[in-house]
């Protein structure tokens, strides 16, 4: 009985296979297939025929498949040949262009001074005091009055270092307030009193909470965080943070009235008469001001310790990662941000420092370089953020001998 039963069921599935096979001849388009139809058509040479064509079409599409495979994965390989040949060839480029950038950075220092920087590790050493007197300039035989309408800031100082005289101004001698261009006081008292780069402060919100009152510019460290001294620096500079700046003042001096008075003393030592300093930030104080030439003068002094010049020369820098901020936090320059540094041509603006508050206008302390002579420009008393910038690049560019 069962093996009647697998005998009919084995017909009937053969019988639909030769109704489906006998529909395809009839409909084809080959004469030759058409002719081996006939509407009741039950041979068995003709199943066995069907069935042995069906055999040989799922072996040509295995056989196809299997060519589809091979070809995608040359492909795929192919393609990942070609991305790692691409990275060894940019790295090889780019180890290129720094050996070349290296090799010229040995006959013009102005070459390698703009940086970007990510967070690298500080060296723990002695912190380097300097005990220099900056001679005050003094008007140079050529010095020019600067009357161009071009020229928007309302006190201006050009000054050949090498030389030490004033090669063109405005007001030069004025009393002015120095707004964040007093950072780099700041920034050169800082350098000379940390012992160790790895040292950090915490970040309180009794610290930040009046700077976020009064507005003050921050580089953007949280209450709770800890940030090593070499971030405080850039995050000094590079945005002006005011909260670097109250940092690195607790952190040395205890306070920002013992830091100032440590500000001041360097004044003395540079051999500054009319410049005088109540807080570490530039905020409005009656009793914080300095004059056009003596703010070059501390431009001078600064560029003359190796790890200031290094800080005010970055364009961007990346703090150490913390829990506040994983990623770090980005930094950029207010200056290198609005300029290149080449716009006047033959010199490289190499560093400076911007400032506003509403009783100094705009203002910027910059320091370039043009072949083998250096100079330092001050600007105060802009009406815009961009006057300062291009009032440097036309003062660098038409001013110099």
Known sequence: MGNKRFTRGRRRRNAGVLARLNIRLKNSSNPAKRRNYNGNNTNSGDYRTANQGSQAYRREMKRRARRREILINRIKYGTAALIILAVLITGIVRMAGCAISHIKGGSNQADEVVQTLAYVEPSSQE????????????????????????????????????????????????????????????????????????????????????????????????????????????????????????????????????????????????????????????????????????????????????????VLSTYQYTTAPSPQHPGGIALTSTMFSRMYGTEAEGVTITAGKTGYITESGNCLVSYAVKGDKHYVCVTSGGTNKWDSIFDDIELYGNYLP
């Open 127 to 310: 912190p380097v005091k300097q005990v220099i007197t900056i001679p005050q300039p003094v008007k140079s035989a050529d010095y020019k009055d600067i009357t161009s309408e071009k020229v928007k800031s309302a006190y201006i100082s050009l000054v050949d270092i090498d030389s030490h005289e004033i090669i063109a101004g405005r007001q030069y001698d004025a009393k002015i307030y120095p707004a964040s261009m007093t950072k780099v006081m700041t920034l050169i008292i800082a350098v000379e009193n940390i012992r160790d780069m790895n040292d950090t402060f915490t970040m309180t919100t009794e610290l930040i909470d009046p700077l976020v009152r009064e507005n003050a510019s921050r580089a953007g460290f949280d209450p709770g965080e800890k940030v090593t001294a070499n971030d405080l620096l850039y995050g000094l500079i590079l945005p002006s943070g005011a909260d670097a700046a109250q940092a690195l003042a607790r952190m040395i001096a205890g306070s920002e009235e013992e830091y100032a008075g440590l500000m001041n003393a360097k004044c003395a030592e540079i051999g500054l008469k009319n410049t005088h300093f109540a807080n570490t930030s530039g905020l409005y104080d009656a009793d914080q001001y300095t004059t056009p030439v003596e703010m070059g003068m501390i431009m001078e002094y600064a560029m003359q310790n190796e790890l200031c010049a290094k």
